[in-house]
């Protein structure tokens, strides 16, 4: 199967489709099948649902970065499909394409949710959060 993201007009992500292999052998024909099959001009792209920050998950070739999904932006110039940014203070990988947080995520097993207002990731437990510098 084939996977194709339909995008509005400012290159947004409006929603992915599974296509058949034999509706889309190229991207090229594969765009045609779905803008004739829902009668629009938008501009459909392929994604890969095996590429995730620029690594095919089965050793295949990358496809655009990462799997394209509802509200993620597709940069012509990269590419690339790249998620909607989740807090201010995160830059870009311009490599994976993924947000990352001015602070590394701890790396010691537990769960943790980002702070924004103090840039700092807190200890998650269920529906609790603790600051990790309490515990």
């Not at 932006?73 to 994976?96: H, M, Q, R, V």
């Not at 602070?103 to 537990?110: L, R």
Request: overall charge negative; charged content about 20%.
């Amino acid at each position: 199967m084939a996977h194709f993201a339909k995008l509005d007009e400012n290159n947004i992500v409006i929603t992915v489709l599974v296509i058949a292999d034999s509706d889309a052998p190229t991207e090229a024909e594969g765009e045609i099948f779905c803008k004739n099959l829902f009668k629009v001009t938008n501009t459909f792209k392929q994604t890969s649902y095996n590429t995730h920050q620029g690594v095919h998950l089965l050793g295949g070739t990358p496809f655009r970065k990462n799997f394209a999904g509802e509200g993620f932006t597709y940069d012509s110039s990269k590419d690339a499909f790249i998620p909607p940014k989740p807090f201010n203070s995160w830059t870009l990988n311009e490599d994976t394409c993924q947000w990352e947080a001015p602070v590394a995520y701890p790396d010691d097993g537990k769960s943790y949710v980002w702070k924004e207002d103090t840039q700092t990731w807190i200890l998650f437990y269920g529906k609790v959060l603790f600051d990790a510098k309490s515990t």
